[in-house]
């Protein structure tokens, strides 16, 4: 078999397993995990690693290996979910903040996607009003309330882009001095 069609290997005897082949699995967690990925050419070469695994309750499954064209995209978008991982732990590493993403293009754009809907327990808000002053609650304040809500978060995320954070936090919703 030629390199080029070569997949993986087998974890026990080394031999070829081809793209679009089948092989076998180890169904134990353990077997499947990143650092090792183990696949099999044979249930004889499966069989042969459970003494060394010391598996109970174990058996293999038959599985084919993905088509060339599948296996490239898959290790592509590896590829560049590590490159950007680094670059992301490079930024952190130099103290560097994010930069800061346009986000008057962004907002304008998520604004026809808002929910315009109630933002507050309502029976939650009623009993507060209730305790506090014994007063009732009419339902056009749900939606006042609401208003005023989103006006908070708005403000509030303004001062997290800012921040270059990518995460809302409570000191963003505290007036400053």
Request: overall charge positive; aromatic content about 6%; hydrophobic content about 35%.
């Amino acid at each position: 078999m030629e390199l080029d069609q070569i997949w993986k290997q087998c974890s026990t005897c080394k031999a070829p397993i081809g793209f679009g082949q089948a092989y076998k699995r180890c169904t134990v967690s353990t077997c499947n995990r990143k650092d090792s990925d183990f696949v099999f050419c044979t249930t004889r070469c499966w069989d042969s690693h459970l003494p060394l695994m010391r598996h109970r309750n174990a058996w293999a499954t038959e599985e084919r290996a993905p088509a060339r064209q599948e296996w490239e995209r898959h290790q592509a978008s590896h590829a560049e979910a590590a490159r950007r991982r680094e670059e992301r732990q490079r930024n952190g590493a130099r103290g560097m903040a994010a930069p800061a993403p346009d986000f008057a293009a962004n907002f304008e754009l998520l604004e026809e996607e808002i929910p315009v809907e109630i933002l507050v327990v309502v029976s939650k808000l009623k009993k507060y009003v209730r305790a506090r002053s014994g007063l009732k609650t009419s339902e056009t304040v749900l939606t006042v309330v609401s208003s005023q809500i989103r006006k908070l978060c708005d403000a509030a995320i303004l001062k997290a882009v800012e921040a270059g954070r990518k995460t809302v936090m409570g000191r963003d919703f505290e007036e400053e001095p």
